[in-house]
DNA sequence: CTTGACCTTGTCATCGGCGTCAAGCTTTAC
DNA sequence: GTAAAGCTTGACGCCGATGACAAGGTCAAG
């Protein structure tokens, strides 16, 4: 199939295919007219990344999963490197959280102290 | 005094400084040899906005704080539109940190879906 | 033959908050 | 006198993942 019947297939825009390429991530034979060609691994590989990204993993972060789908298995998670970004992802989450955390409460306490009875409200009910 | 010391006792880059005055929240007078020239109370804004920024609030966030400093206010946040600010940030955190933690479960389904026994009960997930 | 859908490469723009030159002033210090 | 700070404006770079164009080649249908 060429680019735009595998963007529709897998819901992306053809620039962002061609992005892909660019990055390493996608490969793509040519026809004769220097049209891409691509075939039904290459709409699996676009959906897997399109997976990690909707939660938030970059394109580099996809890398592992797509070389482990391309190594024959059947989960591009399943390789060691891909767990190893899976955890390196949830650590960062958590680390996030964390952060958000601490700094609602230095936010409450700035507006507290900036205009004492203002906040007058508990947690999300602003 | 200059725009060194300005920076030096803001904690700021000069480049800063002139990034802030270029978007409108800080203005400098002119010496005869057009060296920019602040006094006291830019030390106080500058400081209003780094502690701001130091939260999590952008450039835009901080503009309403600088103009209640401005019109005479002790505290940058005790003007209404400042106060808006704070509330709109306050739900905006609570917002990221509920999306994080959708997301958190989302990574570690996908783990776990993708790599059964990867993900041994390191946070109580499933 | 022509229209129109599809493809190509290449390049600029986006968003925020600056860092980092460049090239040339002024002022200060010795 | 001269060198080192410090100041000026201007402009490009960065990061991530594209969107939006430009200017053209290709191909099937009417």
Redesign the pocket.
């Known amino acids: 199939m060429?680019?735009?019947?595998l963007?529709r297939r897998a819901g992306?825009?053809?620039?962002?295919l061609?992005?892909?390429e660019?990055r390493g991530l996608i490969r793509?034979r040519r026809s004769?007219?220097?049209?891409?060609e691509y075939d039904e691994s290459d709409v699996r590989i676009v959906t897997e990344i399109r997976e990690l990204?909707s939660v938030g993993?970059?394109?580099?972060d996809a890398r592992p999963f797509v070389d482990c789908l391309r190594s024959g298995h059947a989960s591009g998670g399943s390789c060691p490197e891909s767990v190893a970004v899976y955890r390196r992802k949830l650590a960062e989450i958590d680390r996030q959280i964390r952060d958000l955390l601490a700094r609602r409460s230095e936010v409450a306490a700035q507006f507290a102290d900036a205009c004492p009875g203002c906040l007058l409200t508990r947690r999300g009910e602003t």
Chains 1, 2 share one sequence.
């Open positions: 060429r680019i735009g019947e963007a992306v825009s053809t620039r962002a061609r992005y892909y660019q793509a004769a007219n220097g049209y891409r990204m993993f970059t394109l580099e």
